[in-house]
C-alpha cells in the first residue's frame, strides 16, 4: 500500500496531469468502488467470502500490472485511461473488505479481537511507512540520473508481486464457510436507524474532501517538494497514528469509544488551514503528524464503537453501509473541491485550505451528539483511506 497507492498522485503528476485532475484522481475512482458491489451484488452471492477475497486481490494484482504499462508508454486520453485503471484497483481494494470482515470474524475468537486489530493495524501502519520509504528513496534515486519513469515502473512491478504473494497467504488460510450476502433490506434497516449519524457525517466527510484529495498535488506541483520531502511529509501522518494506536494500546486500552472518534477528528478537521503557514518540509511534517494523531483517533474510536455488538451475520450490510455513504460523498466533496478552486479561488491554495479547515471545524461538531450506537466494525474495513 505505501508503495503503490502513496504515490499513485505523485505517478499521474508525472505523467502530465493538472493538479485538479490528480485531485479527481483521488475520489472519482472510489464512485465506482462503492457503487459496483451493489449493481453486482447477486453475482457476488455466488462465492465464498474468501473466495470473493482471492479475486479482489487478483483485481489488485492485475491493475498494478496495467499501472506499470502505462508508465513504459505513451497512451493517448491519460486521465481516462488512470481513472479507469484506479478504479478498478479501488473496486478490488473494497469490495474485498466485507467478504474479509466476516471471514475473519469466523477465524478471530470475540475476545481476542481488540487486540488482535489492534497489533494488526499497527502493523499495517509500519509497513504502509515502510513502503512509503522505499518509494521515497527509490524516486529520489532521479539525483543520480536514473528516469523517474523507470523508477515507477518498479514501484508498480514490487507491488505487484507483493500483492501476488498476499494473494497466496490469503489461498493458506482455513475457508469461509458463508457466501457473500448482502440484504439490502438489512441495509436499508440499518440506515433508517442510523440516519442521524449518517446525515451528520455525510455533511462532514463531504467537508472533508473539499481539500483533502489536492494535498499530494499542492505539495509536488505549487511548493515544489522533492521525492524525498515528500516521502518525509506523507510518512509523518503514519508515523502519528502508529504513535496514537500504540499508546491507546498500552495506556487508555478502555477509552470511550464515542468521544475517542469525535476528539480525534475535531484535533485533525481544521489543520489544512495551517498548510500556507508552513515554510518547508518539517512544518508540513508536523501538520501531518498532528493529523495522524487525531485521525488514528477517529479511526479506532469510530471502529470500536461499531464492532463488538454488530451481529456475526450484519457485517457484511454494515461495513457496506459504511462505505456506501462515505464514498459518494468524498466524490461529491472532491467536484465541489475542484469546481470552488478554480471558480471562485482562481486556483488560490490559501484560501482553499483555510475555507475548508473552518468548514470541517464547523461540521465536526455537531458528531458530538451523534453516535453510531454501541455496534462496531473492526478497524480496518471502513474507509482508511488518507486523509489531510
Given amino acids: 500500500m505505501g508503495l503503490a497507492e502513496t504515490y499513485f498522485v505523485a505517478f499521474a503528476l508525472h505523467k502530465g496531469v493538472s493538479v485538479i485532475e490528480s485531485g479527481l484522481l483521488v ?25 470473493w477475497v482471492l479475486i479482489a486481490t487478483m483485481i489488485k494484482v492485475i491493475s498494478l500490472a496495467a499501472l506499470a504499462f502505462v508508465a513504459l508508454f505513451e497512451v493517448p486520453g491519460l486521465f481516462y485511461v488512470l481513472l479507469a485503471i484506479y478504479s478498478v484497483y ?48 527509490a524516486l529520489h534515486m532521479e539525483v543520480f540520473k536514473i528516469p523517474t519513469t523507470l523508477i515507477f515502473i518498479i514501484i508498480f512491478l514490487i507491488a505487484y508481486h507483493l500483492n501476488a504473494v498476499a494473494f497466496y497467504l490469503f489461498y493458506k488460510l482455513p475457508r469461509s464457510e458463508s457466501h457473500y ?26 467537508s472533508l474532501y473539499l481539500s483533502a484529495p489536492y ?14 520531502s ?33 476528539f480525534g477528528g475535531l484535533l485533525a478537521a481544521p489543520l489544512p488551514a495551517l498548510w500556507p503557514l508552513c ?30 455488538n454488530i451481529k456475526a451475520e450484519d457485517k457484511i450490510e454494515a461495513v457496506s453501509l459504511y462505505n456506501s455513504i462515505g464514498l459518494p460523498v468524498q466524490v461529491l466533496g472532491t467536484i465541489i ?46 474507509v482508511t483511506k488518507t486523509i489531510s
Avoid at 459496483?36 to 457476488?44: C, D
Wanted: charged content about 15%; hydrophobic content about 45%; glycine content about 8%.
Fill in 27 to 51: 475520489s472519482l475512482p472510489l464512485l465506482f468502488a462503492g457503487v459496483t458491489p451493489f449493481i453486482f451484488h447477486r453475482l457476488f452471492h455466488k462465492f465464498y467470502n474468501s473466495t
Fill in 181 to 206: 450476502s448482502l440484504n439490502l433490506r438489512k441495509k436499508l434497516n440499518l440506515l433508517i436507524k442510523k440516519k442521524d449519524f449518517f446525515t451528520v457525517y455525510s455533511v462532514f466527510n463531504c
Fill in 90 to 137: 479501488w473496486f478490488g481494494h473494497f469490495s474485498y473488505q466485507p467478504s474479509w470482515n466476516k471471514w475473519i470474524s469466523e477465524l478471530i475468537p470475540l475476545q481476542e479481537s481488540q487486540s488482535y486489530f489492534s497489533q494488526r493495524t499497527r502493523i499495517v501502519q509500519i509497513g504502509i511507512i515502510l513502503g512509503l520509504v522505499l518509494g521515497g528513496i
Fill in 337 to 382: 473541491g475542484a469546481l470552488l478552486l478554480k471558480y471562485v479561488y482562481n486556483n488560490n491554495y490559501t484560501m482553499m485550505f483555510v475555507v475548508a479547515g473552518i468548514l470541517r471545524f464547523i461540521f465536526i461538531l455537531p458528531m458530538y451528539t451523534r453516535k453510531f450506537g454501541e455496534d462496531s466494525i473492526e478497524p480496518e474495513y471502513l
Fill in 279 to 308: 515554510d518547508g518540509a518539517f512544518g508540513m511534517s508536523m501538520v501531518h503528524f498532528f493529523s495522524g494523531i487525531g485521525w488514528a483517533g477517529w479511526e479506532v474510536g469510530l471502529s470500536l464503537a461499531i464492532f463488538k
Fill in 230 to 262: 515528500y516521502m518525509y511529509v506523507m510518512g509523518a501522518m503514519f508515523a502519528g497514528k502508529i504513535f496514537t494506536t500504540y499508546a491507546l494500546e498500552k495506556f487508555k486500552p478502555n477509552m470511550n469509544p464515542h468521544k475517542l472518534f469525535f
Fill in 215 to 228: 494535498v499530494s498535488g499542492y505539495l509536488l506541483n505549487v511548493r515544489g517538494l522533492d521525492y524525498i
